[in-house]
C-alpha cells in the first residue's frame, strides 16, 4: 500500500512562501504521476498542480500559476509544491497524491489518483 507524507505547511502571512514536501514509500515512484491538492472549509477538494512520472511536464490551476512550482525528486521519492506570494484564499489543507501510470501523462482530478497522503494545513493571514 503507498505511503505519501506531507510537510511543511504552517502559519504565513499574505506575501509570504512556504514549500510543502511529499516523501513516498511503498511504491516505484518513477512510475507514478504526483499531484497537489487542496480543500478549504466547506469546499471541495480542487486540483493545484500535478507533475508527470518523468518531471518533464508540469499542470497548474489558474488560480496558483505564476505563483507555485511543482517538482519531484526521483531519487529521493519526494514531490515538492514551492508556494509563493501566498494569498488569505490560498487557506486550505493541502494532500499529496499519486496516480500509477505507464506513460506521460498528467492527470488534473482528485477522481484519478488512488493513493492520498493525510493532509496539511496552510493558513494565510492577511
Known amino acids: 500500500q503507498v505511503l505519501l507524507v506531507e510537510s511543511g505547511g504552517g502559519l504565513v502571512q499574505a506575501g509570504g512562501s512556504l514549500r510543502l514536501s511529499c516523501a513516498a514509500s511503498?511504491?516505484?515512484?518513477?512510475?507514478?504521476?504526483m499531484g497537489w491538492f487542496r480543500q478549504a472549509p466547506g469546499k471541495e477538494r480542487e486540483f493545484v498542480a500535478s507533475i508527470a512520472s518523468t518531471g518533464g511536464s508540469t499542470a497548474y490551476a489558474d488560480s496558483v500559476k505564476g505563483r507555485f512550482s511543482i517538482s519531484r525528486d526521483n531519487a529521493k521519492k519526494s514531490v515538492y509544491l514551492q508556494m509563493n506570494s501566498l494569498k488569505p484564499e490560498d487557506t486550505a489543507v493541502y494532500y499529496c497524491?499519486?496516480?500509477?501510470?505507464?506513460?506521460?501523462?498528467?492527470?488534473?482530478?482528485?477522481?484519478?489518483?488512488?493513493?492520498w497522503g493525510q493532509g496539511t494545513q496552510v493558513t494565510v493571514s492577511s
Open positions: 511503498r511504491l516505484t515512484f518513477s512510475f507514478y504521476v
Open positions: 497524491a499519486a496516480k500509477l501510470t505507464s506513460g506521460s501523462e498528467i492527470y488534473l482530478r482528485p477522481q484519478d489518483f488512488g493513493s
